[in-house]
């Protein structure tokens, strides 16, 4: 089974829907072959380098108050802790290009998985600035990567063009916001669903096949 997660480091319903999707795939047990391909979308592709303030980028952005900034923060670390992920406190937002040209080298060495895990850890659980390429360079060795290699792939425009090139073609496939789940190419789920959901489809794709 093929599943292609089109998602952003920095979106919090992300970490929502990978930890809904592990879990979904944990009750499958382990007799189904799963392979898990992590896709780039950048929610703020023009963002600089120094990042935003997260409060005011969200209520520039979408044209709420802060209070209903914090009421949708505390929603989301619900439903985190349900999943067993912890969101921590989160001030800025940043531009995540270079993450996602890490997790292109990541797929490469068997690792997307594990760092798209981390990385969103890093952001939504420790605040952490996931533009800098230090912070990047200890997460990618936290799961097992060459640091040596990360650092100089993040000081170089090594596969710039390639997740460029993933970018448009999910745009172009019709995703427009995330995060987006594919399963074998043929399904369709959008958002942060609940695990049942997850479950329910990918029991259907099993029994069709």
């Known amino acids: ?16 829907g990978l930890a809904s999707l592990q ?9 189904v072959p799963v392979a898990l391909h992590v896709q ?11 990042g935003e303030d997260l409060v005011e980028h969200l209520s520039r952005k979408y044209g709420i108050s802060p209070a209903q900034i914090e009421q949708g923060r505390q ?7 349900a999943l067993g992920f ?17 997790l292109h080298w990541a797929g490469l060495e068997g690792r997307q998985p594990a760092l798209k895990t981390a990385l969103l850890q890093s952001y939504h659980g420790r605040g952490e600035n996931v533009s800098d390429p230090d912070v990047l360079v ?7 990567l060459d640091e040596a290699r990360a650092r100089a792939l993040l000081a170089s425009d090594e596969f710039a063009d390639a997740v460029r090139a993933n970018e448009r073609r999910w745009q172009q496939a019709g995703i ?21 959901v ?6 259907q794709v099993l029994a069709e096949a």
């Open 138 to 144: 200890r997460v990618a060795g936290s799961v097992g």
């Open 40 to 50: 780039p979308f950048e929610l703020n592709p023009q963002m600089g380098p120094e």
């Open 23 to 31: 879990e979904a795939l944990r009750r499958l047990g382990d007799g």
């Open 86 to 102: 912890t969101f921590g406190p989160r001030s800025r937002i940043w531009n995540t290009f270079d993450a996602h040209r890490l």
């Open 176 to 196: 427009s916001s995330v995060p987006a789940v594919i399963v074998d190419g043929r399904y369709l789920i959008s958002g942060g669903q609940p695990p049942e």
């Open 1 to 16: 089974m093929k599943i292609d997660l089109v998602s952003d480091v920095v979106c919090p319903w992300c970490a929502i």
């Open 75 to 81: 929603d989301i670390a619900a439903r985190g802790a």
């Open 198 to 203: 997850f479950e329910q489809v990918l029991r």
